[in-house]
């Protein structure tokens, strides 16, 4: 497990983000004993109005990481694309970091992550890397069309990525993308989009969400149903996947894996996402411990918890205006609203979310 774990309550907790993931961490840390302090860019993000220090300064300035490193027992992060250099300078002055920077590295490279996965036994849709037009070309012959061409880094809610319907159009692709280096991937023909979250400990021990169905809109996660119905087979494929990603990284943390579930009921694992997820929200209100304190626990070297469901969970992401109705909401007897305090609405801004219980 390491010296100094498990990290006693008073501990000090890192987070590099201040979004609404950082936001939900934070206080699921404050729940368990923790103090918690943000590294952030942002005047005012979510998560500095409930921890108990924030510093502003970019990811990767070197005197806020070693006030960070001064002030933390362990740090974590809310998102997969912090700048590989904090994480090492962090580690340079001695301070934890989990998920460790293999995972990182894995994670911020699509090209790098779905070669990870086949290595780890965990099936993907075809796929080919993208350094130039003529390989964009070539790509989309070797791969067939239609297929999707995304960056290898960054790009999320569906941006970063454009459909190539014809070789033809690879390179004119390619360039709109902004000539920077690409994956191609061969579509998916799937039924149904599933994901899994999942938490390794510092002992190695595993905990395993029940699957959860999603439902995007424009590229955006709209709304996940959990637990989602699943035969035993399907779901001990999930676990499976889990287990392995889980283990061949060493990881340590709560983990995101989004799935597609093919018509011969294979599971192929579309991405992977270091950190608390958006389809694992509804944990918060359905599950017996949720993504957030697992994650915390993980981190801290607690022993982790456990992931039965209590509820049947529908979670709605809110978004822009759609926050405004936060009254009615709050109105519903069989609905659980959580606000990340944002202060703008924008559309498509993901400025909440609710749950929608009902019985198993």
């Known amino acids: 497990m390491g010296p100094g774990f498990p990290l006693a309550p008073g501990a000090v907790i890192g987070i590099l983000g201040g979004g609404q993931l950082g936001r939900m961490l934070a206080l699921a840390a404050a729940r368990l004993g923790f103090d918690v302090v943000i590294l952030t860019p942002d ?30 027992d362990v740090i974590t992060y809310e ?15 001695g301070a934890p970091v989990a998920p460790n920077d293999q995972t990182l590295a894995v994670a911020q490279d699509r090209v790098a992550e779905k070669t990870f996965l086949n290595a780890a036994g965990v099936r993907t849709v075809a796929f080919a890397e993208v ?7 070539e790509a989309a012959a070797r791969i067939g069309v239609p297929a999707l061409m995304k960056t290898r880094r960054e790009g999320y809610d569906g941006k970063g990525q454009k459909w190539v319907e014809h070789v033809a159009d690879a390179a004119g692709v390619f360039e709109a993308l902004g000539n920077v280096p690409c994956i191609l991937e061969a579509p998916a023909d799937f039924v149904r989009e599933l994901s899994v979250i999942a938490a390794r400990g510092r002992d190695g021990g595993l905990a395993i969400y029940p699957l959860a169905e999603n439902h995007h809109e424009d590229g955006i996660l709209r709304r ?8 035993p087979d399907l779901a001990a494929q999930a676990e ?3 287990a392995q990603i ?3 990284l060493d990881y340590v943390g709560v983990i995101g894996i989004e799935l597609f579930e093919l018509a011969d009921g294979r599971l192929l694992a579309n991405e992977i996402a ?11 209100d359905g599950c017996e411990v949720c993504q957030f304190e697992q994650h915390i626990r993980a981190v801290a070297g607690w022993p982790l918890g456990p992931t039965d469901a209590r509820a049947h969970v529908e979670m709605i992401n809110l978004l822009g205006d759609e926050a405004g109705a936060w009254l009615k909401l709050a109105a519903e007897p069989e609905t659980r609203l959580h606000l990340y305090g944002k202060r703008e609405a924008k559309p498509g801004r993901k400025m909440g979310h609710i749950n929608r219980l009902s019985a198993l």
């Open 43 to 72: 005047l005012d993000a979510p998560a500095s109005r409930v921890a108990r220090e924030t510093l502003i300064a970019p990811f990767d300035d070197p005197d806020a990481l070693a006030r960070l490193a001064e002030l933390c």
């Open 79 to 93: 998102f997969e694309n912090v700048p590989a250099a904090a994480v090492e300078r962090l580690k340079a002055l």
């Open 131 to 137: 350094d130039d037009a003529p390989s964009a070309a």
């Open 224 to 231: 996940t149903v959990a637990p989602a119905p699943a035969a």
């Open 240 to 242: 499976r996947i889990a």
């Open 246 to 248: 889980l283990t061949r």
């Open 274 to 284: 270091p950190r608390v997820h958006n389809t694992g929200h509804w944990t918060q």
